[in-house]
């Protein structure tokens, strides 16, 4: 739950984030969800003074090349970390 409640709050849509805390939403990957879901619904046209962001206007495969990365870097660390832990129970 924890979890899912960073992402849901770092993920800038939202709840508009301070300058201090903007970098962490760079690693969230329910941010790169929404920069894609925003680019194909043209969220930045709807209402400008609620839904422009910079992230909405880059070409979605820069997000989805993202994703892939988070996905490639999570199957690493399970797979080392599943590793690590069968070798201890021989």
Known sequence: MVIIIVQV???????????GA???KLITPATWGIAVFGN????????????????YNLNPL???????GFTLL????TI????????QKD
Do not use: G, R
């Open 9 to 19: 709050v770092f993920c800038d849509c939202l709840i508009v984030l301070p300058d």
């Open 22 to 24: 903007a970098p962490i």
């Open 40 to 55: 194909q619904t043209h969220m930045n046209s709807w209402h400008e003074e609620y839904f422009t962001k910079e992230l």
């Open 62 to 68: 820069i997000p989805i090349a993202i994703l892939v």
């Open 74 to 77: 999570f199957v690493v660390l």
């Open 80 to 87: 080392v970390k599943l590793k690590h832990s069968y070798k």
